[in-house]
């Protein structure tokens, strides 16, 4: 295949480092929001929090809140922030250097070295730096340079010998052990042991910062010039970079080793190029669409913390007017490839990959300098596939090129069969196996090149009587074929006969009827994995199951992909990516992640040679920064502010407090950038087993961190808590919290006590009123039973009242609303119902007391298990006093919703159409004999008064 157009847009820094890329995602965070507007410089501690030495204070971020640690500082404005020893953290300000480390949970700030009045002692302090003895370096307003030991309290004050003050000072110790000094517009400086002085090399005046790496110094200023030195600070080589930008403030190396240049306003890397080193400028870009102007300006330093996506890490940008951060998102474009709708993705050797957007391109990883060519290519292409030296490109035209060795060999004209070849798959044998449009009429199965040339045709006599949309091998190079049919969506071929068998199983859900399988994948356990219209199904040659994935669950799959390590990705119609692991946990990556656009095209998921992931979207093509990809990892959430009540508890270490209380525990999970993350948490007994807490439900997702604990009976329990960042971040470990909630007084032993001291001084108060209860209940239940006779009475006149207001000869909508005075009036009923069979279901009608509303349900009609359907069967009348108890003599309904007491009349409506009049009590044993009567004749006069049926 011969090259028709070459770009190249990446250059690998030869001798320094590989860049990742001059694009990269950005955010600002300044304005009238945040306490400070300077950041003058930031480091991160052992527990990932960034500390930030700002004009208003000492701040801690924890990538979304700025926390303000200033209680105990006397002046302000912090100059300077380092790592200091033991893990803990250096910074000055106006009052001399402190140092702040962790006990336990809390924060500690200490003096560890203060300003002293004496001129050979400590001055005003600038910036910090720390030699590899631990001996501390700070420059001063004065010009000077202090050093401290702290092992042995040795101090000293070493003389630049200029007369003019600086604030920005900076420090580097080659491999020999040599500090050296840069003070902008002075000079550069290297301490003469033997004097105890910094002796001056002149002509670096208009230098401003250096970094020291190795033997070399790379200092930066009007110029860019890279010093060689000797362990006795003799300059063996001297390099001046070209750069047209000639105001660099700043220098600083990130963790893979690449080097970072500062102007006011912009910021460079340091590159390898044709012509030598050079500086290439780099850009913002939020999504792959565009490429913009960094926002920054008057940048005072560069900062560099670990990073899951980028090897070289985040890049924390500190300025005059506020803090930015830089980082790489996980699935990366080309620069310069366009953003149209990808077609088709082929891996070939060498890591390189074919890409399809009706031209061809032909794209090659960073270790070989990231770039793309264009390669000669017949028009519209829509397939690609490719076995060693061979390559085949199939067109919407319906033909096929095969490349050998970069060479046409052969065209295959297809016209004549069908449409355009839409996806092609090339097996461990070389046959290249391809699926054809449709123009005029149907095809039906799947054709394949050998790797002689031969076409061969696999229609309904090679047992394929369906069209087939992708076929692909795996496992022990098993190929399958897939496509269109509830019946016919799956098919596997045996070498032995050459023809294919059908192995569509019956779904376990109900199926679409367009169902379509977009893309299979076969991994290395034999497993099928089907993209489907109707979700991800997998198959194990016994079953058919779909792939709970949440509310992706019945989402549109149009690729997916196997990984080694039993992972598979799988791309949507419109909602991105996911992951899924071998525990089918699965994680969606969206535009957040890098992607170009929540679509993606069909079967346009691939490995290159190197294990990265590429994606076809109908905006362009990206590829994973890792290899091997998978979730990113969540950070264990911190637990951060305990409350109970209005009340902060300072020992989060021990969280205790009582039944009556609520408790607020306020977790973050330490991520940069802070935003999209969701919360889950579990609360249970410490008793409970481990299978138990298992099978607990987490709480609903919530971006708000805080949980409330309130309710729960006294205790010892367990709080977990897990946090998940949107955008490709997988669930974090859960953070493990005790607490202890104390019991009410009187569910403790002295509680108990004293209510059985209580209840032994009550005994004879209450024995001696037994009698006179005695008496008194005999008395009540004769009132009861004449009450009961009354009540009879009542409803005899209320029954009569009824029969007189309902019309006769009147259609049930007439009748309805006026049986609702049943439980409207004081007759003791809750509610009554309507019953009658409507197809395979009994449907109700009725009213309940206190709802004015008429009540409409249904359920299954099912003679053995609800009551409603047995009285339709049977035709006998139901009296039931006690639901709970009695039920079961008729049926095995469960649910009583209420209505302890029941009685259910059958009766036959004008045109002989069974129904049940349902009546309804809560209290057990409320109906009488009367009651029945009562409702019997009820019931008789609406049989014979309705005009029409419920049905």
Known sequence: MKNKYFFVFFWTLASLCTTFGQKFQYALYQGGELPFQKVNQVVQDARGYMWLATDQGLFRFNGTDFEDFNVSLRSRYIKSIIAGPKGSLLFSNDTG??????????????????????????????????????????????????????????????????????????????????????????????????????????????????????????????????????????????????????????????????????????????????????????????????????????INHLYFSQDQIRPGGLIWVSMSTGLGLMSTSYFQSISGMSFDNVFSLSALKDSEVLISQSNVSRAWPANRGLGFEKVE????????????????????????????????????????????????????????????????????????????????????????????LVVKEGGKSELYAAGIGLKSYLYKYNRDTDTFENKSLPFPFRASSNFEVHDIAVDRRGMVWLGTTDGLLRYDTEHIKRIDLGPLTKTEVRSVCTMAYDGLWLATDTAGLVHLNKNEDYVIFDEKSGTPSKVTSYRSLVLDANQKLWVGTAEGAVYSSHLNPVPLLTAVPVLGEVKIGDRPIKNRQSIRFSETEVAHLKFTSIIYPGEGIGYQHKIYRKDLSEDEVGNLSWSVPSETPEIKVQGLAGGSYKVLVRAQKSGGYAWSIPAEIDIRIRKKWYKTWWGMLLLLGLAGLLFWYYLRLWVFKKTQNLEASLSKKQQQLKHADTNIDLMDQLLKEIPKRAPWDIMLPILAKLVKLPTGIDAFELAFKKGGEVHYKGYVRGAPKLMVRKEEFNEKEHLASYALMSNNPINIGNFEKEVGQYVNEKESRGYLSRILIPFEQIRGTEAVFCVYRKKPGSFNSVDGTLLQILTTFLSTNAIDELK
């Open 377 to 468: 290519a017949p028009p519209a292409v829509m397939g690609i596939s490719a076995f060693n030296a061979n390559i085949w490109l199939g067109t919407a035209e319906g033909k096929i090129d095969h490349y050998r060795n970069d060479r046409l060999t052969a065209t295959y004209d297809l016209t004549d069969r069908g449409g355009g070849i839409f996806f092609m798959y090339a097996d461990h044998t070389g046959d290249n196996w391809f699926c054809q449009a449709p123009a005029d009429k149907p095809i039906l199965g799947v054709a394949k090149i050998r790797i002689d040339g031969e076409v061969v045709l696999y229609d309904d006599k090679k047992g394929l009587n369906s069209r087939v």
């Open 97 to 298: 250097v402190h140092q702040l480390h962790y006990e336990t949970d809390r924060v500690q700030i200490a003096d560890y070295l203060k300003i002293a009045g004496d001129k050979g002692d400590l001055g005003y302090p600038q910036q910090l730096f720390m030699d590899a003895t631990q001996r501390l370096w700070i420059g001063q307003v004065d010009g000077s340079v202090f050093t401290y030991q702290s092992s042995g309290r040795v101090r000293n004050k070493l003389s630049l010998d200029t007369p003019n003050k600086t604030d920005k000072t900076t420090f580097g110790e080659d491999r020999f052990g040599n500090v050296w000094v840069l003070a902008p517009g002075e000079g550069l400086f290297y301490e003469d042991g033997r004097r105890q002085r910094m002796k001056r090399l002149e002509q670096f005046k208009d230098m401003r910062h250096f970094y020291m790496d190795g033997d070399q110094l790379y200092l930066v200023g009007e110029r860019i010039i890279i010093l060689k030195v000797d362990q006795n600070r003799r300059i063996l080589e001297q390099t001046l970079v070209p750069a047209e930008e000639t105001n660099f403030s700043h220098i600083g190396k990130d963790l893979a080793g690449t080097f970072f240049l500062a102007s006011e306003a912009a910021i460079y890397t340091l590159t390898v190029n044709e012509d030598g080193l050079g500086v290439q400028k780099v850009f913002g870009s939020n999504t792959p669409h565009r490429i913009d102007e960094l926002p920054y300006s008057a």
